[in-house]
């Protein structure tokens, strides 16, 4: 953690990524990315020069195939451990992509859908930036859908 955190406040820093007051949404969706982000993310909001708050949004999809839905209670946990508000946004994209757009290659719909939902639930919580996790194959698999 202590590494990551290193290299985090640089890239912060290098690219003038936080300014006082900044209030940042994470996106959470429950994966080690975001997850290693909003904890990273509240031990810099502690320990910074730069006076930032953070907030926390987990989209939920719906259930799909009649199984239940995701149990997202481990996440609220953590927020509430980590003192960083909650937002749980229920939606209906399974829904859109998957019994009304009928998607053969949902993942690009899909994306779509969830980075404009996450920006609007930030913006409605005054949030004036995001935050999402992403690794190197993520970043490379960005790219290579930009193409």
């Known amino acids: 953690m202590r590494k990551l955190l290193s290299l985090m406040r640089k890239c912060i ?84 992509v998957f019994d009304i757009r009928k998607e053969a290659n949902p993942c690009a719909l899909c994306a779509k859908l969830r980075r404009g939902i996450l920006n609007e639930t930030a913006v409605e919580l005054g949030a004036n930036k995001v935050a999402l996790g992403h690794h190197y194959d993520d970043a490379i698999e960005t790219f290579a859908l930009s193409l």
Request: hydrophobic share 40%; charged share 25%; glycine share 8%.
């Open 13 to 96: 820093k290098d690219y003038r990524m936080l300014s006082p007051g900044d209030r940042v949404a994470v996106g959470v969706s429950g994966g080690k990315d975001s997850l290693a982000l909003l904890r990273l993310m509240a031990e810099l909001r502690d320990h910074s020069p730069i006076p930032f708050e953070l907030l926390a949004i987990t989209l939920d999809m719906g259930a799909a195939d009649g199984r239940p839905g995701m149990d997202f209670s481990p996440i609220e946990a953590l927020c509430r451990q980590l003192d960083v508000p909650y937002t749980l946004r229920k939606t209906q994209i399974r829904e859109i």
